[in-house]
């Protein structure tokens, strides 16, 4: 298990955090990372991250930036933990609202 730090920018412009990547494996395709618990759930996952994925999050960059062509559902559960159902089940589906 390799344990890696970056950066990313939260909601706020001037808050600037620090968080660990857990790196469970590594293989020719790239990096399996442990996701933070789930607020709701309390359970981890697993997820696959490329090598330019990953060296574009360790460089510090927005994970919307770094991480574009993945859902907005893959990308809070890298940050958060949270699963797109729970967020659902906590917050409602935003689908349903106009």
């Known amino acids: 298990m390799l344990l ?3 950066t990313y920018e939260g909601n706020s412009l001037t808050s600037k955090k620090e968080k660990l990547m857990i790196v469970t494996e590594i293989d020719n395709t790239g990096y ?3 996701t933070p618990a789930c607020m709701r759930c309390d359970k981890t996952s697993k997820v696959k991250l490329t090598a330019v ?3 574009a999050l360790n460089g510090g960059g927005y994970i919307q930036d770094a991480l574009a062509e ?3 559902d893959f990308r809070e559960l890298l940050i958060s933990g949270t699963h ?3 967020w659902t089940a906590m917050f409602g589906d935003d689908e349903d609202e106009d």
């Open 4 to 6: 890696l730090k970056y």
């Open 32 to 34: 399996t990372v442990l």
């Open 53 to 55: 994925e990953f060296n």
């Open 70 to 72: 993945r859902s907005t």
């Open 84 to 86: 797109a159902e729970c």
